[in-house]
């Protein structure tokens, strides 16, 4: 269980076993995840979401820590690791709450746009009846968002999606920013 006490300078501090976890530690990867969730609903930029906006968010949030914090010592393989997932994590949560806010207003999206192309696609594979049911269950989708500008499944589907492929590549970014900001401190040492 978690208890907590105050800081002297009005932080508090949570203790989890013999751990000690400042609460403001956290405001980096919270910030820049908003930051990657945000630049990634743009039309032009979503398609580099995961495998660039993500990674430089993860990167960013360790070095906004180090930079507010004034710390000037080696990031840990264990503080990039969990800046990157949590990076990761909050771009996933806030992509997914921002696309389906715009597809409520719009009551359309990317998924209703490029439907019908990739009903021709899947098609042209053959799939058989497995091919059937799944265009079936896009079409109910795609309808849902169409009348009411909301899928339960299609939130569930893309929450799935985003937390996935946000964390594996802000936990990525966020050991290739240890790299780089380890490399830097060395070099100025």
Not at 19 to 26: P, V
Request: positive net charge; charged residues 15%.
């Amino acid at each position: 269980m978690f208890s907590g006490y105050n800081k002297p300078d009005g932080g508090s501090y949570f203790i989890k076993g013999k751990i000690l976890i400042s609460s403001k530690q956290y405001i980096s990867p919270l910030v820049c995840g908003f930051a990657a969730a945000v630049l990634s609903i743009i039309p032009g930029l979503k398609a580099f979401a995961c495998c660039l906006i993500v990674p430089v968010a993860a990167f960013f949030s360790l070095y906004l820590y180090q930079k507010i914090n004034r710390n000037k010592e080696v990031v840990t393989s264990r503080k990039a690791i969990t800046f990157g997932l949590l990076t990761g994590l909050f771009a996933a949560l806030f992509s997914t709450s921002l696309d389906a806010l715009l597809t409520l207003i719009t009551r359309t999206n990317d998924f209703v746009e490029t439907l019908p192309e990739t009903e021709a696609l899947m098609r042209d594979y053959n799939l058989g009846p497995i091919m059937e049911e799944t265009i079936k269950v896009l079409k109910v989708m795609a309808a849902d968002i169409k009348n009411s500008g909301f899928s339960v499944l299609y939130l569930i589907t893309m929450l799935f999606s985003n937390l996935f492929t946000n964390t594996i590549f802000g936990l990525i970014g966020g050991l290739l920013g240890m790299n780089y900001l380890n490399k830097r401190y060395s070099n100025k040492n």
